[in-house]
Nanobody
Framework: QVQLVESGGGSVQAGGSLRPSCAAP???????????MGWFRQAPGKEREGSAR???????SYADSVEGRFTISRENAEASLYLQLDGLKPEDTAMYYC?????????????WGQGTQVTVSS
């Protein structure tokens, strides 16, 4: 079992920035570095959707809705994941979830955090 703990959400005005982070306490570097890590989000009344993923080899992918505004990164030595949110829009308001899965990235990650709320006002 992998525990994921998100932090760093908050409330900002449109155009602002936030940098949520995700810690994986108890996960050793040798394991963490092999995981595909990602961020999903769920807005009120909408389905959960993937925002960004970063594979174990560092290759990143983004949803069209966030491409060019969000940047995912990882620090394997600290078993940490980050999501730099720039140019935030009201439609980015959602609960953001950190995810992890051993090996290659797939559609349904194995492990999920509890989420951190991001609220963007116009």
């Amino acid at each position: 079992q992998v525990q994921l703990v998100e932090s760093g959400g908050g409330s900002v005005q449109a155009g602002g920035s936030l940098r949520p982070s995700c810690a994986a306490p108890g996960v050793f570097y040798s394991s963490y570095s092999t995981y595909c890590m990602g961020w999903f989000r769920q807005a009120p009344g909408k389905e959960r959707e993937g925002s960004a993923r970063i594979a174990s080899n560092g290759v990143t992918s983004y949803a069209d809705s966030v491409e060019g505004r969000f940047t995912i990164s990882r620090e394997n030595a600290e078993a940490s994941l980050y999501l730099q949110l720039d140019g935030l829009k009201p439609e980015d308001t959602a609960m953001y979830y950190c995810t992890a899965e051993p090996g290659i990235c797939s559609t349904f990650p194995t492990y999920w955090g509890q989420g951190t709320q991001v609220t963007v006002s116009s």
